[in-house]
């Protein structure tokens, strides 16, 4: 046999020997019943697996005005998913403060989303927990009209007098809105040097907006609306229903005199007249004794923008505060 015919021989038997391998390597793969489909980078496609019983999940807690006034009622809502293939029916269950308060039986379809509804009234004031099933909310119940108030009422020490333009400014978050603001309570000293400064000097009082640049309420009172005839230094100041729909501040602007270049000044005897002082809580606020504090929602302010406080009056509160109504 030619050299020719035997390499012939040769190649033919090579090809014959690797042809089953190739064939099994490269054919199409069955799916095995049970098993599901191999996509191309061999991760297994499997549909939702069928559930031949009612399954639920109870969603958010939601509650319709969550603080209310005493006597008010709240709408106390949650949605209920069925997430098998059969109709069922789940039965909520609502508890206030771990006590049950009603019971609901909810219908849901196949796959479906149905709502349960119950209303709350409270005829105490208070925040009273709302569950049903691992769903919570709080509601807040209020007696109006309310005080807001920072302070931990009583002045500390002497009041002070914050000099010129600048003012007295309070941050105040409403309990409910819409709040109206009926009333500022300010714990107030006016000293003057002569009888005229009673009535030629003003104190303005401003109400902003949460973003401090529009005036919602703002008046001019003589010093003399300030003087202590009843030994109170508590004096009120009537607004006439301001109403608001967020956070809002509160500005006392006193006008007083300067004293030795200070924007801060302290009621030390007749060297400071004229000046009005506001009453503050802080923990040792004097001269050689700088402090650090935390966040504080009083500062110094200037037409409504706050400006840097000098570091031995930082973290006090003035004793301002706002009494008004939430009730709808």
Known sequence: MTRYYRCLI???GLILLLFPVSAIGCGSQSAIPGAGTVSSDGDKATNPISKDYADFEV???TVTRSDVSVGETATVSINVTNTGDVNGIYTAVL???????GQKDVSVGPRGIERATFQVTKNTPGSYKLSIGDSTATLNVFQWPYKIQYDLGSAYGELLSVAGDYGHIVHFSPPATPFKIQRVDVYVQATVANESQWTDKLVTVRIWNSGRNQQLWAVNFPWRAFWNETGSFWKEIDVPNVSVDGDFYVEMVTHSNQFQGEMVAWPWGNEVRPAVFVGCDLPKPYENSAIS???TRSS???????VEVPVKYQGLNWLIRVDGDGSL
């Open 10 to 12: 040769f190649a033919v």
């Open 59 to 61: 969603g958010p807690l």
């Open 95 to 101: 508890t206030v403060n771990g006590q049950e308060a």
């Open 293 to 295: 504090t935390t966040e």
């Open 300 to 306: 110094i302010s200037n037409m409504g923008q706050t």
